[in-house]
Every structure is written in structure tokens, then in C-alpha cells.
């Protein structure tokens, strides 16, 4: 024989099931679920944009670290069936050096700025720019995704790696005039 829903268990009231707390765990509350579900999308959207976003390089809007340019040296860079990397002219595309070893630093600040190229979808066509300037800065820079790497930032061992690719296979870099 059925209980009618208001019938009582045990000394207790019993509620009929669709009523009952463990089937809504909120409490029938729901604008908390809700809440939580916009800020989180918000966020992702924030985000989202802010990666969209065109990202100024840093140098170029701090006047304290810009300083003319000095000279000036375009490469291309290509790995050997050996390990090393070739050292190619940017306009002669002839090797003016090979660099050996591991070369963790060059290998990382190369793969960094052809990584770049492939997400812009652009060939490896156009040259690297190597960089001093007069406050004795040097730059890795890429002009096809105006990527940049100030080495002076990894320490003087780094900079070395680079600094004598300057006048690397005879050729000498070529004198910039001096922009402010």
C-alpha cells in the first residue's frame, strides 16, 4: 500500500522526491553556476584579444634603449647534414662561416625567429639582420615579422656567438647612418 506524499517516516515529514535538496545541489540557485560560466569565457576572450593584438617591440618604445645604429649585417642561416649551421652572406648567399658544436643559444634564437615565419606563414626568403648599435647593443632581427632579439640580454658569451659574425668570411658590415 502506497504513502500518501505527506505521510510521515520515522516521526518525519517526508517531501516527495522531485522536492528533495540531494536532487539540486545548488538549491535551486543557479545564477552562482552561471556567474562562473560568464568569467570564464570573459577571461578566454580577454586573452584571446590580447594575443590578437599587434605587440610593439619594446626598444623601439623605451627612448632610453634606442641608439643609433653602427653597422649592419643581413645572413641567412641553414643547418648541415653534419649538425653545424651554415653562415650564408644575405645578399651573396655565399657561407661565411660555419658555427659548430651544440650552439644551444644560436640554434634557440634562430628557431625562435623561423618558428615566427612559419606562424605568419612567410618563406625563409628574406635575410636576418644582425645589428650593433652605438650604445653597444647587439640585435638578431627578423624585417619580414619585425621579431627581434636583444642579445646583450643572454650575457657576453651569447653575444660573442654573434658579435663576430660582424666581419665573419672578409666582408665587413655595412655602416648605417644614425637614426635617433
Known amino acids: 500500500m502506497n504513502a500518501p506524499a505527506s505521510a510521515r517516516i520515522n516521526g518525519t515529514r517526508a517531501e516527495p522526491a522531485s522536492?528533495?535538496?540531494?536532487?539540486?545541489?545548488t538549491g535551486g540557485r543557479t545564477w552562482p553556476l552561471w556567474g562562473m560560466t560568464l568569467l570564464a569565457l570573459g577571461s578566454l576572450a580577454a586573452v584571446t584579444l590580447q594575443r590578437q593584438a599587434p605587440t610593439p617591440i619594446a626598444a623601439e618604445t623605451d627612448a632610453r634603449l634606442v641608439a643609433p645604429v653602427l653597422w649592419q649585417r643581413a645572413f641567412h642561416f641553414e643547418d648541415r647534414p653534419d649538425g653545424s649551421i651554415a653562415v650564408l652572406d644575405g645578399v651573396t648567399r655565399l657561407e661565411v662561416t660555419r658555427l659548430r658544436g651544440e650552439q644551444g643559444f644560436a640554434r634557440g634564437a634562430l628557431r625562435m625567429l623561423a618558428h615566427a615565419r612559419l606562424r605568419h606563414g612567410?618563406?625563409?626568403?628574406?635575410?636576418?639582420?644582425?645589428?650593433?648599435?652605438?650604445?653597444?647593443r647587439l640585435t638578431l632581427s627578423d624585417p619580414a615579422t619585425r621579431e627581434r632579439?636583444?642579445?646583450?640580454?643572454?650575457?657576453?658569451?651569447?653575444?660573442?656567438?654573434?658579435?663576430r659574425l660582424r666581419d665573419a668570411g672578409g666582408a665587413s658590415a655595412s655602416p648605417e647612418k644614425a637614426t635617433p
Not at 19 to 25: E, I, T
Not at 149 to 163: Q, R
Open 122 to 136: 612567410l618563406s625563409p626568403e628574406q635575410p636576418f639582420l644582425l645589428t650593433g648599435h652605438a650604445n653597444g
Open 149 to 163: 632579439i636583444d642579445l646583450e640580454s643572454f650575457g657576453p658569451t651569447n653575444i660573442a656567438v654573434f658579435a
Open 19 to 25: 522536492r528533495a535538496r540531494h536532487d539540486d545541489p
